[in-house]
């Protein structure tokens, strides 16, 4: 047999033990080793700045307002892979759940608990891993197959606030046969305790739920279900059902084959809240007044079940990206549809990839679909659709992603990806790339603005300190050096041969550099006018003046 080669990729995203095992016989996901330090020794939270307090919660009189909680979501991918031929026999993609630095300190029980749960979801796909590469090859050379094995993971964060954290993890698998699976589980958390929530411990009757949701699924799934339901759900227990929160109500997935044949996919009910008061605990509807949440995972994003009238009637919601004419691998445009009501939009949008599709309502009251899809040269950019009263109006464009950054384990050969979680609509970071004086990725602080569209507060777009470019001086300069705050203080002298780290920049005319060996900052100001384009202000070329520049593209 050859030599079986593990090749980390930073790609996507997880799945708990039980889904993979579900699944393909097989567990699930891997942590990075060390991952207290992973996680906070590369300050994948540069400390967020106090901007926005507007989200808090109608409650009652003696309730605590709920607060929200930020994530971030950790994904690696494993290959097993020919070294001669390149041929690939199994890959597995998998993600993991963390809590963010500033509120691992607000709610260390809850942080603890989920990195217990990556720890021992670790384990098992380390196991997993070299079980299914083993079985892959096998296959591979029995049934002459070209077809890779393969697992691919996810986690959305559902809700995300001082009082719940739920995550809906995604698997979708292929270990031979005619088509693969694919599947929902859910995970759900005492924010304040850390422990993890059985459905009794949110419910009130089991007896009660399921006869809430039995008409539920005939209504709406009358032509697919093939079993009795009633006889069907007399057999489960609290442990049997698929469920996460979300901040307006409880959502059950039935997976393929649960209740209906493969082909009819899976089935999804919504229990409000407000509508269904004496099945739920006390307390369980306090949730952020602001908040955004994830379509399920696929292909094509799956119907979201949602109020967008507030007037305690469920409507269902889809997003659609429509091919290019004649194109199976591009996009142009995208449907949105809520209940019977189709909206064509987006025409002059092209893009290969659709990255995410949120729901988010913001404090003011908008309910809006936030998207972001991939283009040319791997550039991200989104889109905002305004859903408020049951109408789709276009609400602008926005530039970048939500922040990710790296990290490399070198003594434990892993290669990491860390993303934010969108959750929050009041503070979220997103990324962009950034193109004075090289390309590199840069982030700033975000909220939703009043018109729909994420806004900052930051005068200047932040380099991350692990990825951004360092540049060597060609000979001796006098730069203009600036303060913490860009006030401009007086000329600095630096010899050939100095190394200046981009740290910020306005994305636009300047960037600030961090002088290396005194920690002292210089801006460089690029000349805009067409007479001196690309040139400093002073009238230096950027390329005579500097090694190491480099652009995209």
Not at 131 to 145: K, P, V
Not at 302 to 328: A, T
């Amino acid at each position: 047999m050859k030599k079986m080669i593990r090749t980390k990729l930073p790609l996507s995203l997880l799945l708990a033990a039980a889904l993979i095992a579900a699944a393909s016989g097989t567990a699930a996901a891997k942590t990075p080793a060390k991952q207290d330090s992973a996680a906070s020794a590369k300050g994948f939270a540069a400390t967020w700045k106090d901007k926005l307090n507007t989200r808090q919660t109608e409650a009652e009189p003696e309730a605590e307002p709920a607060a929200p909680v930020h994530a971030l979501v950790s994904s690696t991918s494993l290959w097993d892979t020919d070294p001669d031929t390149w041929k690939t026999y199994y890959s597995m993609n998998t993600a993991y759940v963390y809590l963010q630095d500033e509120d691992a300190e607000t709610y260390p029980e809850l942080a603890e608990a989920l990195s217990s749960m990556a720890a021992e979801m670790s384990t098992k796909n380390d196991d997993a891993f070299l079980s299914m590469s083993t079985e892959a090859r096998q296959f591979a050379d029995e049934s002459g197959q070209g077809i890779p094995f393969s697992s691919v993971d996810k986690a959305d964060i559902m809700r995300a606030d001082s009082n719940y954290f739920s995550i809906r993890f995604y698997n979708e698998s292929y270990s031979g046969g005619a088509h693969g699976y694919y599947m929902n589980a859910g995970c759900t958390f005492d924010t304040k305790t850390g422990k993890e929530l059985a459905l009794t411990d949110v419910v009130t009757d089991l007896d009660d739920l399921k006869a809430a949701i039995i008409p539920l699924l005939e209504e709406k799934y009358k032509e697919e279900i093939m079993v009795d339901l009633k006889k069907q759900f007399k057999e489960y227990d609290a442990d049997s059902f698929c469920w996460w929160l979300t901040p307006y109500g409880m959502e059950l997935c039935f997976n393929p084959y649960e209740l209906a044949a493969y082909a009819s996919g899976q089935q999804f009910v919504l229990l409000p809240y407000g509508k269904y008061p004496k099945l739920f605990t006390e307390g369980i509807e306090n949730a952020c007044e602001a908040y955004a949440v994830p379509f399920n995972t696929g292909y094509i994003p799956g119907p979201m079940d949602y109020d967008v009238r507030h007037d305690g009637k469920m409507n269902v919601i889809q997003f659609i990206p429509r091919y290019m004419e004649g194109s199976y691998s591009e996009y142009q445009g995208y449907t949105v549809r809520i209940d019977d009501r189709t909206f064509e939009m987006g025409e002059d949008d092209y893009y290969y990839n659709l990255d995410s599709v949120h729901l988010v309502h913001t404090a003011a009251g908008k309910d809006l679909l936030w998207f972001v899809m991939q283009t040319d040269n791997d550039y991200h950019y989104g889109k905002a659709v305004d859903i408020t009263g049951g109408n789709a109006k276009d609400a602008g464009t926005f530039y970048g992603s939500y922040y990710s950054s790296f990290f490399d384990d070198a003594e434990n050969e892993q290669f990491w990806t860390f993303s934010d979680a969108l959750t929050d609509p009041g503070k979220f970071r997103m990324l962009t790339i950034g193109d004075v004086l090289s390309t590199y990725a840069v982030w700033q602080d975000c909220y939703a603005g009043v018109g729909g569209l994420p806004e900052s507060e930051d005068l200047f777009y932040y380099t991350n300190p692990d990825s951004a470019p360092t540049l060597k001086l060609k000979k001796n300069y006098e730069a203009q050096e600036v303060n913490e705050a860009g006030k401009k203080l007086g000329k600095l002298k630096l010899k050939a041969g100095t190394e200046l780290t981009i740290e910020r920049t306005d994305n636009k005319d300047f960037a600030d550099l961090r002088v290396a060996g005194n920690g002292r900052l210089v801006r460089i100001t690029l000349d805009r006018s067409d007479e001196h384009w690309g040139m400093t202000t002073d009238g230096e070329d950027p390329y005579e003046l500097f090694d190491d520049m480099m652009y995209a593209g």
